[in-house]
């Protein structure tokens, strides 16, 4: 059974940083994509950032780009947000996902992933 287990949330000033990881056990991950999401309060969960567990490659999305990086450490069945430049419209609770991978193309969708962390709570005060 796959469980994926976010931590590193907290609360920070605008501007300051944050790492948010997600510990991935239950499985072999190397054909795994794996995805971090989050849900800003009254609204819809969206997509983040994703990663291929092998070869590394990312998709984020454009509200990130720049700010944010995905990463994923092998030997330790984790994967990182690097969170920099924040802003209070990064308020929310932040989900690690993962999914099979059947391409080579990252998804972006909540509807494509079928594991799913607790959440971590992101509050950035102005």
């Known amino acids: 059974q796959v469980q994926l287990v976010e931590s590193g949330g907290g609360l920070v000033q605008a501007g300051g940083s944050l790492r948010l990881s997600c510990a991935a056990s239950g499985r072999t991950f190397t054909n795994y994509h794996m995805g971090w999401f989050r849900q800003p309060p009254g609204k819809e969960r969206e997509f983040v950032a994703a990663?291929?567990?092998?070869?590394?490659?990312?998709a984020y999305a454009d509200s990130v780009k720049g700010r944010f990086t995905i990463s994923r450490d092998n030997a330790e069945n984790t994967v990182y947000l690097h969170m920099n430049s924040l802003s209070p419209e990064d308020t929310a609770v932040y989900y690690c996902?993962?999914?099979?991978?059947?391409?080579?193309?990252?998804?972006?969708?909540?509807?494509?992933?079928?594991?799913w962390g607790q959440g971590t709570q992101v509050t950035v005060s102005s």
């Open positions: 990663i291929r567990w092998i070869g590394g490659s990312t």
């Open positions: 996902a993962a999914r099979q991978a059947y391409s080579k193309v990252l998804v972006t969708t909540t509807a494509g992933y079928n594991y």
